[in-house]
């Protein structure tokens, strides 16, 4: 004769609210799509990209359900690594072996647009925290 008494507020959603994994796919997805457009108008990845990235990590943590906030913060660096591994390949350099190209290549991006990858990580930070505890 136990009673099950929720004791949780249900969660508040509207019709923006994403859920996690819609963070990841809209994520992935846009970075890929974004990159794709840079690396074939210049044949390498610049700051262009740089800046979507930064773009999408804002937008998405605006619009992530308040439940799934980390998925914002995590996603841009997963975003841009799925995007260099895969349209990035465009920009691929053409001396060594494949596997040394292929390090070099992954390397590389993840270095020169650390500061980029970050700054979207900060962004999705910050964004989340002002959502989660300014907002009643």
């Known amino acids: 004769m136990t009673e099950n008494i929720q004791t949780t507020e249900p969660a508040i959603t509207s019709k923006l609210d994403i859920t996690y994994l819609r963070v990841l796919i809209v994520n992935v997805v846009a970075m890929s799509f974004i990159m794709g457009i840079d690396v074939v108008s210049d044949q ?20 992530v359900r308040r439940g799934d906030y980390l998925a914002a913060v995590w996603s841009p660096a997963i975003a841009w690594l799925f995007a260099v ?3 990035g390949q ?3 350099k053409d001396s060594g072996s494949f596997r040394i190209k292929e390090a070099a290549h992954i390397v590389n991006s993840l270095a020169d647009f650390a500061y980029w990858i970050l700054g979207a990580t900060a962004v999705a930070i910050v964004v989340t925290f002002v959502r989660r505890f300014l907002r009643p």
């Open 85 to 87: 591994l895969t349209v």
């Open 44 to 63: 390498k990845i610049s700051e262009f990209s740089a800046v979507g990235l930064v773009v999408l990590a804002f937008i998405t943590s605006l619009l």
């Open 90 to 92: 465009l920009a691929l």
